[in-house]
Each structure stands twice: as C-alpha cells, then as structure tokens.
C-alpha cells in the first residue's frame, strides 16, 4: 500500500450532541414513509408507478378546470371527482402500502428499529400518518388546482370564490376519509405477508371482490337491501357517507335513510383496521 | 456501577418451554463474550436487556436501569446488533445508518455525520454510497455494526457477529470489535457459539448453557491458575517425576508428558536441575495456557 492510500485515522468521537426524542423520532419515519410512498430516494423504478398515477389525476384535475372555465359546465365536482378516481387511488394503495410495511418485513429491518427508543405504537403511526397523508395529497392537490380553476375563472368574484371554497372544504375531509380507509385496509393487508407482489395483489383483490357483492346486492327487489348494498364495499362504503354528508354530491348512490350506518360503518372499519394493525406490530415489536 | 445485572432471571415461553433459568450475573464494563450453544438463552437474555420481553421472574438491571419499566432509557445507550440478516437491499449503506440513527434520535446532520463516521471506522467509507444488495456478507456484517454504532452507545449487544463469514472475515471482525472494546471506550457483549473465538478477544466470559449459568468470570481470573509447565523427556519419565516429587513439586503424568503447576519464578530453573543431574534427554519444556474451553469441558461432556 503506497503512502498516499492511508488513510489517516483521527479516532472514535464520542457524540454529545442532543438525542431527540419519540416525537422528533416519529416525524423521521412520516417524512421517511411519505417520501418513500412517492418513491423519493429510491431508484428511477421506484417512483414510475406513483407518479404515473399522480400524473392522470392531475392531468384528470387540469381538464375539469379547463371544461369548466371554458364552458362553465361543471363535469365532476369534488367528491364526484374523488369517486371517478377510486381505482387509481386502489391502485395507489396496492403499490404504496406494500412499499412502506412488507419491505420492512422482508429484509427483518424491524428488530433494528425496536432496539430503538421507539415503540410499536411510533412505527405503525408514523407508517398510517405518512399514507395517509400520500393518499390524501394525491386527492387533495388536484381538487385544489380544480378549486384554483374555479377561482380564477369566477365571474362574480369573492362571493363565488367563497362558495367553491365550500365545496372544496368537504371535498377534502372526503378525500381524507377515502385516505384513511383506504390506508388502513392496505397496510393492514400489507402488515401480513413480506412479499411485496402478495400484499399488492391481496390489496386489489379486496376490493376487487367486493364490488361485485355491491352489484347483486343493489339489484335485489327490496329497496332497503338495494340502499345498504354499498355498505358491502368499502368504496361504495366511502360514497355513501359523502353522500348522507354532503346531500348535494350527488355519487349516484342510493342510501335513503341509512346514512348513519354507513358513518359507523366506516368510523368501525377504520378504527378495526388501525387496532389490528397495532396489535399486530405489538407482537412484531417483541421480535 | 455494573454494566449489567441480573438476580434469578428467569424466563419460559407459554409455561413450557425454559429459556433461561434463575440467571444470575454481574458483569463489569470492558469485552464480555456470552458463549453458548444454539438454543441456550443467549438471544433470550439479550431481549430482555433490551426490553422486548419481560422475564418470566427475576430482576434485571442495565447501567443500573430497569429496561422493564424504561426501556427507552437503556435503548438509547445500547447498540443491538442482530443475527440475522437485518438490511434492506435497494438503498446505500450512507442513506441506511443515517435514517437508523434519526430513528435513534440523532437530528439530521448529525445522524448523516455520524454515520459516516460509523461507516468509516468499520470499514466500508469508499462503499457507502453503494446499494447494500450489492455488498458481500461480511460487508453486511459491518454494515450491521455500524448501524448499531451510529448513536455512540454506551454498551453493544452483538449477536453472532462472525456469522457467516470466512476465517479471514472473522478475524477482520473480532479485531474491529476489540478495537471497538478498547480503543472507543464502549463496553461489548460479544454472543458466540464458538468459545474459541470470543476468549481471544474478551476480558471476562459469561457461560450458558440450557438457560443455567455455566459460568462468569473474568478471563484472567480463569486462566491464571491453570498456568502449568509441559516437560516431556525420551525416557526416564517415571524418575524425574519422583525427583520433583522430591524437590517439593507435584507433577501429574499425562501420558508422555508430565504437567507440572507454574507456582513460583524458579519452577523452571528446578526442572532443568532435575533433569541435568539424571542427565535424562530432554525433549521440551513449554508453558501451557490452559484454554478456556478445557476449564468448560468436563461439565460440557457431563451434561452431554
């Protein structure tokens, strides 16, 4: 080894800087998962898929602008646009929650992050916040550039601004309920199996069978059998609480006077999926 | 203050089966080697440090802290690094410790100095912008190390780090983590099922064996009294035994040789006199340090 190629060793140094705690420790892996949700930090491959989808949505968002400002029809307004998107998001669900838990899964990252000041409780939040907020922002952003359509496009200025920012308003905590089902039921799903391709497909199969079930159901000769069929579904599920919600929606689904059980339907799932969710990393945590 | 202290620690998964049983150590800071076969508590006994498991019984304590009740407080100043294989392929081992030392509370400059600076002193600086996948085991084992050494720990818990890796690879990692013990003012516990290889490197061993203490002791103190003097002659071996018999030795035949205990600077210099005045021929004359392993053995073939 020549002299030149040494390299000069200056020792350990202890470190005496501030350790953070569960809270700073939380706010990495939400910023680490939402990052990774959309492939930031990871190869070319990795962020084909999400952003494709991010692409037609928003390509999706720029035409109802356009439509309505050109011709002031409007096409879809915010929940009916969130309901016309349902599959990509599905699809957004099947490739994301995969990425953010069953790789963990696989490589046996896990004992590294529980040897941590970190409890199963921070991991599997931090991991449901960052999807969340993945799902929610591929909803969100495009109804924003619809409601920026809309905004400036206006012909009777700040009263008609106010008024879509009214509808914008319930249009987003719709699209958040649509991420927080959704996010519970795809990790939930993920949490179970290391490989990526089985989690993805378990993801869309899900919903996948469901919505056959919400077929027969609504065609059967009883109304009140025809106006719970959607609760069989977890996307008919999500369109009838906007739509006992926000009357006005209009999702084209028939719920007479069920709307309520359909709220509890969804506030259940959500929270049946979140507490599976923790007691099974509760085990995982343990090694 | 102990580095790590257990009273009849005890724990059996689901009422049958006994991982450890009333394990009771203290273990002073420096190079601890935990040895053990397969199966015999050693993984067990190192969760419960961690706090991932509570014992079955029993008390533990880690830097005087319970990790039952605050398990934050002993992880923050624990390195854990696995057996088994822990990375994920498809990101770089820079990107890889710097997101476990945020993990570990580390703010982001800091997390990315340090592990680099971890990287460095295992090994692996010019790689560590290449994706872990690509490494080779022993590169991985480090990569493990470093991982643990990111948040600057008081104590490392290393699980089987020579797993896996060739004789050179293994040499490679016990120096660095000898290294590690002595020159980085960090304490270790080594886990190995291969006595052989933690006893050159640790300052005291903890032996388990079926979840019961085998024994806990500093090297030192179970080498030091084992120092005994091979003399081997052609012939003649039966005279020389009763001339150091005489001269107030007490040699014990084993076969062709005879041992006899080191106890004093002259033993030496009385064999070779006996030796000379029978005018015997003599062979060798060597000091045997006893090995660890042989003060192990015969409970070891007992239990067998």
């Known amino acids: 080894m020549s002299e030149a190629s040494v390299i000069h060793d200056i020792g350990y140094q202890r470190y005496t800087g501030p350790r953070l705690g569960r809270g700073a420790v939380f706010g990495a892996i939400f910023v680490h998962g939402l990052r990774a949700a959309y492939g930031l930090g990871r190869s070319a491959k990795a962020k084909i898929f999400p952003w494709l989808v991010v692409g037609i949505v928003t390509l999706v968002a720029v035409i109802l602008a356009a439509v309505r400002s050109q011709t002031g029809v409007v096409p879809l307004n915010y929940i009916q646009f969130a309901d016309a998107m349902s599959w990509l998001i599905i699809f957004f669900v099947a490739i994301v929650a995969p990425e953010l838990v069953s790789r963990d899964l696989r490589a046996g990252v896990l004992p590294l992050y529980f040897s941590r000041p970190l409890r199963a409780a921070d991991y599997i939040g931090a991991k449901v916040a960052a999807m969340v907020a993945a799902v929610w922002g591929l909803l969100a952003v495009p109804q924003l550039i619809m409601f920026l359509g809309a905004a400036f496009t206006t012909k009777k200025g700040m009263s008609d601004v106010w008024h879509e920012l009214g509808d914008l308003l319930p249009g987003w905590g719709y699209s958040l309920l649509w991420a927080l089902l959704f996010t519970g039921i795809g990790l939930l799903i993920a949490s179970l199996t290391g490989k990526r391709a089985f989690a993805a497909g378990g993801i869309v199969a899900v919903f996948l069978m469901t919505t056959p079930v919400v077929g027969v159901l609504s065609i059967l000769p009883s109304t009140d059998a025809q106006e719970m069929a959607g609760l069989a579904s977890p996307m008919t599920l999500v369109s009838g609480v906007g739509q006992w919600l926000v009357p006005s929606a209009n999702t084209g689904l028939m719920i007479g006077n069920f709307g309520p059980v359909y709220a509890i339907e969804a506030a259940t799932l959500i929270a049946a999926c979140l507490l599976l969710l923790l007691a099974r990393y509760r085990r995982v945590a343990a090694l | ?304």
């Open chain 2, 1 to 304: 203050m102990s580095l790590i202290e257990t009273q009849g620690l005890t724990k059996t998964y689901g009422g049958r089966v006994t991982a450890l049983h009333d394990l009771s150590v203290s273990v002073e800071p420096g190079i601890i080697g935990l040895v053990g076969a397969n199966g015999a508590g050693k993984s067990t006994l190192i969760k419960i440090l961690l706090g991932l498991i509570p014992p079955s019984g029993g008390q533990v304590r880690v830097f005087g802290i319970d990790p039952t009740v605050d398990p934050d407080r002993v992880r923050a100043k624990v390195g854990y690094m696995p057996e088994h294989d822990a990375l994920p392929p498809d990101v770089s081992a820079a990107e890889f410790v710097t997101h476990l030392g945020r993990i570990s509370g580390l703010p982001r400059t800091a997390a990315r100095e340090r592990a680099s600076e971890a990287l460095r002193h295992v090994g692996l600086y010019e790689e560590r912008y290449r994706q872990i996948g690509g490494y080779s085991t022993g590169m991985k084992q480090r990569v493990k190390l470093a991982q643990a050494l990111v948040h600057d720990p008081d104590l490392l818990l290393l699980d089987e780090p020579t797993n896996g890796l060739d004789p050179a690879g293994r040499d490679a990692m016990l120096a660095l983590v000898h290294r590690i013990g002595t020159e980085f003012g960090i304490s270790v516990v080594v886990c190995s099922h291969l006595l052989g290889e933690v006893e050159r490197i640790c300052d005291s061993l903890i032996a388990i064996e079926g979840g019961r203490l085998l024994r806990a002791d500093r090297i030192s103190a179970m080498t030091e009294v084992s120092d005994v003097l091979a003399v081997e002659v052609s012939e003649g071996t039966e005279e020389l035994a009763a001339a150091l018999t005489g001269l107030g030795l007490t040699p014990q035949v084993d076969g062709r040789l005879l041992l006899v205990p080191l106890d004093h600077d002259d033993t030496y210099d009385r064999i070779l006199r006996a030796v000379a005045d029978l005018d015997l021929p003599l062979h060798r004359l060597d000091q045997r340090r006893h090995r660890v392993a042989e003060l192990f053995a015969p409970r070891e073939t007992a239990d067998v």
